[in-house]
Structures are given as structure tokens and as C-alpha cells.
């Protein structure tokens, strides 16, 4: 017999549910994709052209402010991210099922303390025998924001915040995987503007995000910039739109370990940048290039650090459980990350190859020839595949082949600064960090800001609000020059 469940009380049944398999989800009420414990979600349409409209209302509306009055919207969004930190990362790890919750509430706290507001929109003056030239910082309209399933909440209110400052309108197409918890994000800030007399809905979402709602989005004469965040199908979507677009792509970042390394710091903040939310982070170590004459050295490390290590024959095991084989459009073989196993723990990940461990277990390990999947493919999962290397020429050369000309990210432990500087230019990754966890590279226990959009592909790099920003020129000739 059919039953008539809304999927609100579906919710309710499965957080019990989890509540008593795990005690994390006891502080989660029940959510769905316009409501979280029976508070509805504000600024969430049933059609994306209404969204667009909406949002084209929030722009005016923050087009209205003074940046003062933005900077206050901004204080308030940063204080209610980090009192709601801990239920947005309890609520990404009950709707994804991926990552860690409290490294989410982790990478909120970053969200709210390190992405840039309006200190960020500079504008600059020029000033001469003819007179003064101003350079200014103006908004687009209406962005259109496409965000992940590996940092849903994360991304949206870091999105908000930069395109807001920059003067900008924001209407969301989130992953449908993360979409209750990327909308409650969308209802904070909307919150937010309440508190300080904004507008009701100053940014939106839909109920259901599909690739036609991606599509109305693209078409929107109201949407004068793109920003997309995801993997390389979508990213390709967004610049083939014929619209302005930042595109946000994949990763895989290797790392390199030379003989100069602190190698018992460099096995630490490896496996503590790899196990970051379970590997989701597209900046997150994905595979290791090691002298071979420190690798048991480092691998021992590694060891005292909570790994598992797997042999060959198991890694070949473990590769067809997490990855799947499909054929693309012309009968090529490809490769697609299994679901199931992405930024999810290590010990579930080992138990579906009949490996049973404790919780001290955070990261899988395996030496690995440098053909083998652990290393080409991008698994966002605490796997780390390891390739001995003879010396820098072969380490620089097969860490650059593996990061796939992506440009995205690489990392490297040396002492050495020639070796650091050589690697570095050739890899020609927007981000590169040398001697820490990968979370270094955006501002996590390191100088310099956060983003959660890392615009490799177009060149923006750390996004933040200038860049959903355009230059604009005032030109005086011959006057208001005053010397
Ligand atoms: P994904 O690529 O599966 O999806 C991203 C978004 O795009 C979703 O909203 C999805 O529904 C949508 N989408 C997918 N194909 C589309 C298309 N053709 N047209 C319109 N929309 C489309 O992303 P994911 O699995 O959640 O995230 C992981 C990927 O994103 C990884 O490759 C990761 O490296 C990358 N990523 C990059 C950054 C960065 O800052 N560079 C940040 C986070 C994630």
C-alpha cells in the first residue's frame, strides 16, 4: 500500500534513524530542501525564472545600500555562520553523506572569519596635467552561482558574501545532492538581510536544480555573469554559455616529498591535509611523488598518523570498487568516481573490500606504480596512492603529468629552495603550498584569504568580491587635479 509521507517527515524517520547509529546527528531537526525544522526556507522558488526575478529585486535592493550598510549585512552573515556552523556541517553530512561534520563546521568558521567584504573593492585614481581618472569597482547585475555537493553551505554563503560586497545580485543553482543544505545556506542570508532591514529575499534557489533550470539560468537576460563551481562537465556548460563566466574546475594535486623534507612533519601534514572532510576539497593532496630514499621513512610516518596500507593487489581491488568503467560517445574507456565511496570515511571504504578497522583509521594507502588509478584519477576520497622517484627531474615530471595541466593545485616538502622554486614553475598551479596541509592554500592556518571558488580555468584564482566585480572609468579632463 502506498503511504503518504511528505519527504519532511522521510527526513525525521532518517535523522532518528542516524541518531541512533550515530550520536551526530541528535542536534539535526528535519529538513528538506525548503525547510529545517519547520522553519521554511525564504527566497526558494519552484521556478527558476521566478528565482532570477527575485534575485533581480535583491540586486536593486543592494544596489539601494551604501557600502557601510553592505558592510553591516556582512558582519551579521558572518556571525550567523558561525553560530550555525555546527548544524550546516551536521546537515552536509546527513544529506550527502560525504565528509566529516565537524571539519565542515571547520571550513564555515573559515567562511565567516577570512572571506574578503567590502575592504575588497578598491577603487584607484589617477591624477596628472590633465586632470583626474577614476577606476571603479561596479557589480555586474545578477549573478548566477552553480555550486557543488562537496562544499554546498560553504560555498554559497562564500559566494554570497564576495558578491554582495561587489555590489551584486545572486540566484543559486546548487547540486540536487546537497540542496536542502545549500538552501538553508541561501535562507541564512536572507535572514540575515532581515536583521539589518534588507530586503525579505536578497539572494534565491529552486526547490529542484536540474541541468534546465542550469540551462534558464544561462539564457536569463538578468544574469550578467556566471560563476560556476564543479567538475569539468559543468565548467565546460558555463564557458560554452556565450555569457561572461568565471569557471571554478577540477583538480588533483600532487605532492612532493624531497630528501631535504622534515619527513616526519611532511607524513603529519599530508595525511592531515588529505583526510581534510574526507579528501572533498579540491585542493586536497591526491597522490604523493617520494625520493625513494625517504619513502619507508615517510610512509612510516604516515603510519603513526592513522593509515591503512594496502598492498598492490589490494589497491587494484580497492580501484574497481571505487571507480566505475564507462564508455564514452566514441567507445573510449573512462573512468567515473562509485557515489558510494566518494568523501566518505576510510574505514567504510575498506569495509566494502571486507577490511574491517577502528576510527583511529582516517586514510588509505597504497605504493603505487604512477599508471595506477590512485594517481590519475581525481577520487575525492582518503586514498592516497604513493610513486617512488629517483630524484627532482623524475618527481617534477610525473607530479605535473598527474596534475593534468588542470593548473589548480600542488604541494611540496623540501628544504630545498631550488627544488621548491623548480617545481613550482613548472606546475603553474594557482595555488601551490609548500610545507603544511593543502587547507594552507586557502587561508586555513596560513596568511591570506579563503574562498571555496577557485577559479583556475578563467584566472580569477582566490576568488573574492572584486573578482564579480567590472572596472569602470570616470574621466575629468584638466581639473580636479589640485597641485
Ligand atoms: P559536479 O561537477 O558533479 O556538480 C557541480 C554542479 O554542476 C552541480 O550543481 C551539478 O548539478 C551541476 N552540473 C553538472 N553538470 C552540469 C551541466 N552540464 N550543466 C549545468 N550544470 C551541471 O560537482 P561535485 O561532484 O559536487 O564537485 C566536485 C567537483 O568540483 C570536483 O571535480 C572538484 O575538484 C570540483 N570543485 C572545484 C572547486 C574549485 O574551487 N575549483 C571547488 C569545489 C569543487
Not at 560554452?240 to 571554478?248: C, D, F, L, N, P
Request: one cysteine or more.
Amino acid at each position: 500500500m502506498a503511504n503518504n509521507w511528505t519527504e519532511a517527515q522521510i527526513n525525521e524517520i532518517v535523522a532518528s534513524v542516524l541518531k541512533q547509529i550515530n550520536g551526530s546527528a541528535s542536534a539535526l531537526a528535519p529538513w528538506d530542501a525548503t525547510s529545517y525544522g519547520g522553519r521554511k526556507f525564504i527566497g526558494i522558488f519552484a521556478d527558476m525564472n521566478d528565482a532570477i526575478a527575485a534575485a533581480n529585486e535583491g540586486y536593486k535592493a543592494v544596489r539601494a545600500m551604501s557600502v557601510a550598510e553592505r558592510e553591516k549585512l556582512i558582519t551579521v552573515i558572518r556571525e550567523m555562520t558561525r553560530e550555525e556552523a555546527e548544524v550546516m556541517g551536521l546537515l552536509g553530512v546527513a544529506e550527502t553523506k560525504m565528509g566529516r561534520a565537524d571539519h565542515k563546521k571547520a571550513k564555515h568558521c573559515l567562511v565567516a572569519d577570512k572571506t574578503p567584504g567590502t575592504e575588497d573593492i578598491e577603487p584607484s585614481v589617477c591624477t596628472g596635467d590633465h586632470g583626474l581618472t577614476l577606476t571603479e569597482m561596479a557589480p555586474f547585475g545578477v549573478v548566477g552561482s552553480i555550486t557543488p555537493s562537496t562544499n554546498p553551505s560553504e560555498t554559497v554563503i562564500c559566494n554570497s558574501i564576495g558578491m554582495i560586497a561587489a555590489g551584486n545580485g545572486v540566484v543559486f543553482n546548487p547540486h540536487p545532492n546537497a540542496i536542502a543544505t545549500s538552501n538553508y545556506a541561501v535562507d541564512l542570508i536572507n535572514r540575515a538581510s532581515a536583521k539589518v532591514g534588507g530586503p525579505k529575499v536578497l539572494v534565491a534557489s529552486v526547490v529542484k536544480p536540474t541541468l534546465e533550470t542550469a540551462q534558464i539560468m544561462y539564457k536569463s537576460p538578468l544574469i550578467r555573469l556566471l560563476v560556476c563551481t564543479g567538475g569539468p562537465g559543468v565548467v565546460k556548460a558555463v564557458l560554452s554559455s556565450g555569457k561572461k563566466a568565471i569557471g571554478a574546475g577540477a583538480g588533483n594535486p600532487p605532492v612532493i616529498v624531497d630528501d631535504t623534507a622534515d619527513i616526519a612533519k611532511a607524513a603529519k601534514d599530508i595525511i592531515d591535509g588529505c583526510t581534510f572532510d574526507n579528501n572533498l576539497p579540491c585542493i586536497a593532496e591526491k597522490e604523493v611523488f617520494v625520493f625513494d630514499n625517504v619513502a619507508d621513512e615517510l610512509i612510516a610516518g604516515m603510519m603513526r598518523n592513522g593509515c591503512y596500507k594496502l598492498t598492490l593487489a589490494q589497491a587494484n581491488e580497492l580501484a574497481k570498487i571505487v571507480l566505475n568503467e564507462v564508455k564514452n560517445d566514441k567507445g573510449q574507456v573512462k573512468h567515473v568516481v562509485n557515489r558510494e565511496c566518494v568523501g566518505r570515511d576510510a574505514k567504510v571504504i575498506l569495509a566494502k573490500m571486507g577490511i574491517t578497522v577502528g576510527d583511529d583509521i582516517r586514510c588509505i594507502i597504497a605504493e603505487v606504480p604512477f599508471e595506477h588509478l590512485f594517481v590519475q584519477e581525481e577520487l575525492m576520497m582518503p586514498i592516497l596512492g604513493i610513486v617512488r622517484v629517483k630524484n627532482i627531474d623524475e618527481a617534477i615530471d610525473l607530479a605535473c603529468k598527474a596534475e593534468h595541466g588542470n593548473r589548480h593545485t600542488a604541494h611540496m616538502h623540501s628544504k630545498n629552495i631550488d627544488n621548491l622554486s623548480r617545481f613550482a614553475k613548472a606546475v603553474e598551479t594557482t595555488i601551490f603550498v609548500k610545507n603544511a596541509p593543502s587547507y594552507a592554500g586557502i587561508g586555513y592556518g596560513s596568511e591570506g584569504h579563503t574562498t571555496f571558488t577557485i577559479a583556475g580555468p578563467t584566472g580569477e584564482g582566490i576568488t573574492s568580491a572584486r573578482s564579480f566585480t567590472r572596472r569602470r572609468r570616470c574621466v575629468m579632463v584638466d581639473k580636479f587635479h589640485i597641485i
